[in-house]
């Protein structure tokens, strides 16, 4: 008898769930990622370029790249409409240091660190 596999969906900043599938409790979350950046819409206005401009967020927490579903403790267990729900959030990586945001760019930035349109 193989793994289980665990019904996923990824909500983006706007509502959309995208790259609805099963996926192996082994599946690294960078693994998510690129197959999210690979699925991600082309009319929106906010995209990542690449893995490191996502958080994927389940439980309140934010996951590790390194980590694989299991790690992350990733289950179905009782849920009943049988799926999980993670949280997409796009930062963009910026050349410039934490420490060296301006007073503009924290403004610009909400409680979570996501862009405000």
Known sequence: MGEELIEL???????????HSTYAPSMTVANLKLKIVAEWPRDKIIAPKSIKDLKLIHAGKVLENNKTLA???ITIGDLPVGFVIM????QPATGKNKTEKS?????????CGCVIL
């Open 9 to 19: 969906k990824f909500r983006i900043y706007d509502g959309t769930d995208i790259a």
């Open 71 to 73: 790690d992350s403790r």
């Open 103 to 111: 007073k503009e760019d924290r403004q610009k930035l909400n409680s």
């Open 87 to 90: 949280h997409v959030v796009v």
